[in-house]
């Protein structure tokens, strides 16, 4: 079952960004320094008492502008709008009801979701109804008074967000394997789906260019369990301008934040863009399995090494994440469809792998012998020991001397050394560095 997601939307500067940071706190997840990976995230996951949600922070909203960026971010919104479960209305306490909320509230009208109107910038509890007066007229209810910045309230709020969303939205653990199918329009993500489930999918999309939502298939296959994610409906290549960029980036990122494994589908006529490469960026981001799957091979004329420098240019491309597998194939022809599940499969089970303590440090002792840790003035980087930590993605803690010691490169040779002694094909791997106290000196 899908998580239900939450959507925050306002005109621009009233703290939406703010409460979106505090609903979500912290991610879990290891962003490595790797240059062009790194990106803002608009979506992330979150629970309150137990129950688990998406949310999606959005730019300002100007509803009546002329300016593209402004535009594009009122348009980006609005889906956002479209994919929630429930909204959050979000007003400043400070400036009072404007002009520009009322108009925010006119499009909220207009999408029959659940709304929670909530006043921001109001620090003193004492004064959340005088704060708060003035917004009854929007005809959303009882808003309720908050301070993002200073988490005042935050509680009420998280127990009127989760008492929002339909009754049936918080099923129980879904223990399938979930594939995200990912890549820009017309690659055949949605063919792929149909063929390997047998169905045919109808996407409905009331907002040009973009999916109503994101359509869950679940299918079994020699044994397992898998829940497929397509995120296709998008418009034709010739039609797509930046905004509807915008739309697809936005559901491929909710779709990677919820899944186990990306499969990222290419045109082999095309080869790998900078859109993808983007998408490729947060399913590292976020320690998904990845797989790249070149569709329409069928229609390449192909000589003795084809397939094998078409590969390596891949994987040159995405240095980031050259764990990657790559399968070719042609979904028209059914040819080697399977073989994506199959490898799923085994991503699956490489990002669940656990390494004994022993053994992590037995792989690292040989690699700081083969090749010496850097130094800097006479200062030497010292591992004292390693241990694995997590899983999915697998996430190794290492006690050093200085974070400041270890270099990105020397990070980048521990990870294929772990790679060369177990089967992490298709998974990222995660570390933290950790300063054992009074070394660093």
Not at 395 to 410: V, W
Request: charged residues 30%; contains cysteine; glycine residues 8%.
């Amino acid at each position: 079952m899908s998580k239900p997601i939450l959507a925050i939307v306002g005109r621009p500067n009233v703290g939406k960004s703010t409460l979106f940071n505090r609903l979500i706190g912290e991610r879990r997840a290891i962003v490595e320094d790797v240059p062009g990976v790194t990106r803002d995230r608009i979506y992330a996951e979150t629970d309150w008492n137990g129950k688990e949600f998406g949310v999606i922070d959005t730019g300002g909203i100007e509803v009546r502008t002329d300016d593209t960026i402004l535009s594009q971010m009122r348009d980006q919104a609005v889906t956002a709008m479209d994919m929630a479960d429930v909204i959050i209305f979000m007003v400043d306490g400070k400036d009072g009801l404007t002009n520009a909320d009322s108009e925010v509230a006119d499009l909220l009208r207009r999408t029959g979701k659940e709304v929670i109107l909530v006043v921001n910038k109001v620090d003193a509890p004492s004064k959340a109804y005088e704060a708060s007066y003035d917004f009854y007229e929007l005809g959303f209810g009882e808003p309720i008074a908050i301070s993002a910045a200073n988490m005042t309230n935050i509680g009420d709020l998280l127990d009127r967000i989760v008492d929002g969303f339909p009754e049936d939205s918080f099923g129980g653990y879904d223990e399938s394997i979930h594939i995200a199918v990912i890549g820009k329009p017309n690659v055949g993500k949605s063919s792929l789906v149909n063929a390997l489930t047998k169905q045919n999918r109808v996407i409905v999309s009331p907002i040009a260019g973009t999916t109503r939502d994101t359509i869950d298939t679940p299918f079994s296959y020699k044994g397992r369990e898998y829940t497929l994610i397509d995120t296709a409906g998008l418009r034709k290549k010739s039609k797509v301008n930046d905004s509807i960029e915008k739309f697809s980036i936005l559901r491929a990122i909710a779709a990677i934040e919820r899944c186990d494994i990306c499969v990222l589908m290419i045109d082999a006529a095309e080869g790998l863009t900078e859109q993808d490469k983007k998408i490729a960026g947060y399913a590292h981001e976020a320690g998904k399995g990845l797989l790249v799957v070149v569709n329409k091979w069928d229609l390449i004329e192909k000589e003795t090494n084809t397939m094998r420098d078409y590969e390596r240019k891949i994987k040159s491309e995405l240095l980031f994440a050259s764990y990657a597998p790559v399968i070719f194939t042609s979904v028209l022809n059914k040819v080697r469809i399977f073989d994506i599940i199959d490898r799923c499969s085994r991503i699956a089970d490489a990002r669940a792998i656990r390494i004994t303590t022993g053994k992590l440090n037995s792989i690292i002792e040989d690699a700081t012998m083969m090749r010496q840790p850097p130094s800097d003035k006479g200062r030497r980087l010292k591992i004292y020991y390693a241990t694995q930590i997590g899983t999915k993605p697998p996430l190794f803690s290492f006690s050093i001397n200085d974070r400041e010691l270890m270099h990105f490169s020397y990070a980048r040779y521990l990870e294929n050394k772990i790679r060369e002694a177990f089967d992490f094909e298709g998974t990222s791997i995660k570390f933290v560095w950790n300063e054992k106290r009074g070394e660093r000196r």
